[in-house]
């Protein structure tokens, strides 16, 4: 109830987001912490973020794991074990991993670190207050 209220009433929980810039002047903010995203979309989530390898490399181990598998039962109850294994460590370092990736794509990490609801409003704020 505590909480359908604070939604209701536009009160919503900051978030901590670092801002990293290419030199095309593209902002992008990644929140700090947990990444609830990576935990339950692992290999999708790494596609859509364009760390490629890690994405590619996650689909194709588990298709050959659960062909391995086949109607083993345990071996299907070991892979989903495996799976969950794999959505904490990305729910853990996820955003690390994706911060080394815009790295390596060229992007600065911003001097400042801002506190928003959401990364639009992150860049948004960073832009108006810090790129005069």
């Given at each position: 109830m505590f909480f359908q209220f604070l939604i209701v009433k536009?009160?919503?929980?900051?978030k901590t987001y670092k801002i990293f810039k290419n030199p095309t002047g593209?902002?992008?903010a990644v929140k700090q912490g947990w990444s609830w995203p990576a935990f339950f979309f692992g290999g999708i989530w790494a596609?859509?973020?364009?760390?490629?390898?890690?994405?590619?490399?996650?689909?194709v181990v588990f298709i050959i794991l659960n062909l391995i598998a086949g109607d083993n039962p345990a071996m299907g109850s070991l892979v989903s074990a495996l799976g969950?294994?794999?959505g904490i460590v990305l729910g853990l370092q996820g955003n690390k991993l994706r911060e080394g990736n815009l790295k390596k794509r060229g992007y600065q990490e911003a001097p400042k670190i801002i506190q928003a609801n959401n990364p639009e409003a992150a860049v948004a704020q960073y832009i108006s207050e810090y790129e005069k």
């Open positions: 536009g009160i919503y929980f900051m593209q902002y992008e596609c859509v973020k364009k760390i490629w390898g890690l994405g590619i490399g996650i689909f969950f294994g794999v």
